[in-house]
């Protein structure tokens, strides 16, 4: 019972956290017509977002290895 709670939990701050997250402002109109300034709507908000797919792999592999880990110790 102790893990389905602890499931729930989880998917619910997931799910909460999507419900929070905020859209990138665009650039004002008369700055984007003269060409003023660096970033605009189509620029990425970090290095982080071209390797999203990757760093979310990785993630799930790390949960895995050291779940499996910290059964074999308790065994």
Do not use: C, H
Not at 21 to 27: G, L, R
Not at 48 to 61: C, N, R
Request: charged share 15%; hydrophobic share 50%.
């Amino acid at each position: 019972m102790k893990t389905i709670n602890k499931l729930i939990s989880a998917l619910f701050l997931f799910v909460i956290s999507f419900a929070y997250a905020e859209e990138i402002p665009p650039a004002p109109p008369s700055s984007a017509a003269r060409g003023i300034g660096g970033g605009g709507p189509g620029a990425p908000a970090s290095p982080i977002d071209m390797y999203i797919y990757v760093l979310s792999v990785v993630a799930v592999l790390f949960i895995i290895f050291y779940t499996k880990k910290f059964k074999s110790v308790k065994a």
